[in-house]
């Protein structure tokens, strides 16, 4: 089975502070993405990242950077430079990939709600 | 291009009552995906579309829950009799074959 977890239930910084949202997950499955999705508070999901588990570089992305280290099984997300928009919950996701490419449907964490404050 | 639509926004019904919600994809996408977002079960996953076909319903809830797509595109999610604990924000998200998932804004439902 797989399993997602963001123990960082809520994480509160000043703006312009630096900020990492941690995300470990769990798999059996040698091949699946990886993703982060932002809910503000209009309530919809949106889409930030994805990754392949075959692809282990970084990326970064403005002032988000995502860390992938399969090793320790962790998908990290950082802002840098808060701003009080960036103000949402955080999902990191998590999905097996079919032969064609497709992916199932995803398993989220419980989220991050992260409070950017001026 | 539009993004995945749902509705209605928000539904407010009887326990008891049946209730259907809609969600029209992303033009082009074969995949649809149902999820429900609720205070206690976090985002839990229902049911996936490949074309009109439901590889695995083992994520509905209970048999109260049904879903159907017609013509590789609209979807219904159903709910029969509906319970007070089904009430929640259900979303559906819809992908190409290269895997990424577009939320649509949900539909709000609660259930008196």
């Known amino acids: 089975a797989q399993k997602v977890t963001q123990a960082q239930t809520e994480i509160s910084v000043v703006e312009k502070e630096d900020v990492t949202l941690d995300c470990v997950y769990e798999t059996r499955d040698t091949t699946y993405y990886l993703f982060w999705y932002k809910q503000p508070p209009s309530g919809e999901l949106v889409f930030l990242i994805r990754r392949n588990s075959f692809d282990e570089q970084n990326e970064i992305s403005g002032r988000y950077s995502w860390n992938f280290q399969k090793s320790t099984s962790s998908f990290n997300f950082t802002i840098t430079a808060s701003q009080v928009v960036d103000s949402a919950v955080y999902f990191c996701?998590?999905?097996?990939?079919?032969?064609?490419?497709?992916?199932?449907?995803?398993?989220f964490g419980k989220g991050t709600h992260l409070i950017i404050q001026p | 291009g539009a993004g995945v639509s749902q509705s209605p926004s928000n539904k407010v019904t009887e326990k008891g009552k049946d209730v259907e919600l809609r969600c029209d994809p992303i033009?082009?996408?074969?995949?649809l995906y149902w999820y429900r977002q609720s205070l206690g079960q976090g985002l839990e996953f229902l049911i996936y579309?490949?074309?009109?076909?439901?590889?695995?319903k083992s994520g509905l809830p209970s048999d109260r829950f049904s879903a159907e797509r017609t013509g590789g595109s609209v979807s219904t999610l159903t709910i029969q009799r509906t319970q007070q604990e089904d009430s929640a924000v259900y979303l559906c998200a819809s992908s190409s074959v290269r895997g990424t998932q577009y939320f649509g804004p949900g539909t709000r439902l609660t259930v008196l």
């Open positions: 996701a998590l999905s097996e990939v079919y032969s064609g490419g497709g992916a199932d449907g995803l398993t």
């Open positions: 579309f490949q074309g009109n076909s439901a590889p695995d």
């Open positions: 033009s082009g996408h074969t995949a």
